[in-house]
Each structure stands twice: as structure tokens, then as C-alpha cells.
């Protein structure tokens, strides 16, 4: 799942990098310019920002690389990261529906969901969530699941020794119960009152 971000970022960044590029040369040779700009300004900007925008995705494409490689999901930055990128793709898809149709729309939509499907599959303590439980834990599975306290031992489980533990109640003053058969504990019964 995270390879195929990665592929599709990739490929992303090298084509928002070319696009921008050849639009550069383009106002470059026919001297465009908009609005009065000067058209050497134009194509600067241009080729500045495609190769700042495919910066920005080839990032985005070794923050998947990095949670396929490690089996985990990113980081604060590298969510930070994939979090952007998926804005980034909400925002160019509502641009695009209206700029080049239906397909860019889907397009963009598409590697947003891919985006937002790679943040939610992995867990942040041990790899994608659908592992097996009880596990090796940093393996791609949950922690290892142990005896709920107070259990009894099952079959080869040893028991669990917990008087290193400190209890509720421990350094505090506790009541004593007198045994059955202590002075203390005989109270006589009321005598009755009427004759």
C-alpha cells in the first residue's frame, strides 16, 4: 500500500516538475506575458515553481517510501507531510473539475484517498493495524497479550508473583478484624425487656 503512494507521488512530482517546465520554455519563446508582466519573469517563476512543487511531492514520496520500509506509520513530520499532501490534493481536484473536466478531478481525488488510506491503515505503536495479535511487538503485530490480574494460572502460565507491587491501602493505617474466637470479637446478646 505504501509503494504504490510512493510510485504514484513519484511519478506526480517528475510530471508537475516537466509540466511546469515546458510552460516556462513555452512563455519563454513566444514572450507571453499576462496581465504585463515581463515574459522572462513569467518563465522563471514557472520553472521555480514546478521544481519547488515536485520537491515537495518526491518528499511526500519518501515519507511512504520510509513507513514501507519501516512497517509503521510516520512520524509527527512525516504526518505533517502526508497530511498537506492530501490539502494539497483536495484543493488541486476542486481547481481541476473546473480547469481540465471530470478526469484530473478523479485523478486527484483518487491519490487523496490513497493519501488518507495510508495514514489510517498503520498504527502508530506496530505496523498496519489488520496484524495479528499477540505478536512480537515492532513486528507488525499488537502487544503480547498476558493473564488479566487476579486470573488463575492456566496450564503452563507461571504464577504470578505481585508482593513486589505496591497495593491500595499500603502505608496507611489499616483496621485489624479480630479472629472469631478473640475477646474482642464475642458481643453479648441484648437481654430482653420485658418480663
Known amino acids: 500500500m505504501a509503494w504504490v503512494v510512493a510510485a504514484v507521488l513519484l511519478v506526480e512530482a517528475v510530471s508537475v516538475v516537466a ?22 519573469v513569467m518563465a522563471t517563476s514557472s520553472k521555480i515553481g514546478g521544481v519547488v512543487f515536485g520537491l515537495y511531492f518526491a518528499l511526500c514520496a519518501l515519507v511512504a517510501v520510509l513507513v514501507a520500509v519501516r512497517d509503521r506509520a510516520p512520524g509527527g513530520f ?59 511487538p515492532g513486528q507488525g503485530a499488537g502487544p503480547a497479550a498476558g493473564p ?16 513486589h507491587e505496591p497495593r491500595d491501602g499500603d502505608g496507611e493505617p489499616q483496621d485489624a478484624v479480630p479472629p472469631q474466637g478473640s475477646a474482642h470479637a464475642r458481643v453479648s446478646a441484648p437481654a430482653p425487656t420485658t418480663p
Open 19 to 40: 509540466v511546469n517546465w515546458f510552460l516556462g520554455v513555452v512563455v519563454d519563446r513566444q514572450k507571453m506575458s499576462l496581465a504585463g508582466l515581463d515574459p522572462d
Open 78 to 136: 512525516g504526518r505533517v507531510v502526508l497530511v498537506s499532501a492530501a490539502v494539497v490534493h483536495a484543493l488541486l481536484g476542486a481547481f481541476a473539475w473546473g480547469l481540465f473536466g471530470a478526469a484530473a478531478f478523479v485523478f486527484m481525488i483518487a491519490v487523496l484517498g490513497l493519501i488518507v488510506l495510508l495514514l489510517m491503515t498503520y498504527d502508530r505503536a506496530a505496523g498496519p493495524q489488520g496484524a495479528v495479535p499477540g505478536g512480537t
Open 148 to 163: 488479566e490480574p487476579g486470573a488463575e494460572p492456566v496450564d503452563g502460565d507461571a504464577p504470578t508473583d505481585r508482593t
